[in-house]
Every structure is written in structure tokens, then in C-alpha cells.
Nanobody
Framework: EVQLVESGGGLVHPGGSLRLSCAAS????????MRWVRQAPGKGLEWVSF????????TYADSVKGRFTIARDNAKNTVHLQMNSLQSGATAVYYC?????????WGQGTQVTVSP
């Protein structure tokens, strides 16, 4: 059974940082790109970042480029999202995501709230 379990969310002041983690199981983690996707209150899903199988190639949405860093640890089947210089626009539920064949798998999400 594929499982993605996110953690690390919370309440942070503007300008602060958080590090999200996603623990994956049930598939060959090192063979698949991993993604972070977020959903702000009242809005649709927004792709944030993805990392290739080896971790050497990363891509970011323009809205987070230069402030967020994605990284993976294939030995521990985990993917992380380091988020710096957070602003209120980053308030959202953050999901870990993997596409296996034609099926998208999602974690339960972790809430990030940026507030004074």
C-alpha cells in the first residue's frame, strides 16, 4: 500500500522558516519524481516544487523560487521542503505527491499558517 505522510507544518511569523517532511512507503521511492503541492484557503491546488529520482534536478514555482528548497533522501524514503522567508501567501495545506503510472497518490497534508 502506497503511503505518504507529511509532517513539519505549523504556525510561523512572517519571515520565518519551516521544514516539511514526507515519509514514503509502499513503492520504490528512488525510482520516482516527488512533488510538493499546496492548497491555500478557498483556492485550488498549486504545484510548488518537484525533485527528480536522484535529487540532482529540482524545479520550483516562480512564487517560491529562491526561498524554498526541495531535497530527498533515498536511503530514508523521505522528501523535504525547506521554506524560508515565509509570507502570508504561503498559508496553505501542503501535500506530498507522487505519480505512479497513471495514478496520483497524495498524503493527508500538513497545515502551514503564516501569521503575525
Amino acid at each position: 500500500e502506497v503511503q505518504l505522510v507529511e509532517s513539519g507544518g505549523g504556525l510561523v511569523h512572517p519571515g520565518g522558516s519551516l521544514r516539511l517532511s514526507c515519509a514514503a512507503s509502499g513503492f520504490t521511492f528512488s525510482s520516482y519524481f516527488m512533488r510538493w503541492v499546496r492548497q491555500a484557503p478557498g483556492k485550488g491546488l498549486e504545484w510548488v516544487s518537484f525533485v527528480d529520482t536522484g535529487g540532482s534536478s529540482t524545479t520550483y514555482a516562480d512564487s517560491v523560487k529562491g526561498r524554498f528548497t526541495i531535497a530527498r533522501d533515498n536511503a530514508k524514503n523521505t522528501v523535504h521542503l525547506q521554506m524560508n522567508s515565509l509570507q502570508s501567501g504561503a498559508t496553505a495545506v501542503y501535500y506530498c505527491n507522487v505519480l505512479l503510472g497513471a495514478v496520483d497518490y497524495w498524503g493527508q497534508g500538513t497545515q502551514v499558517t503564516v501569521s503575525p
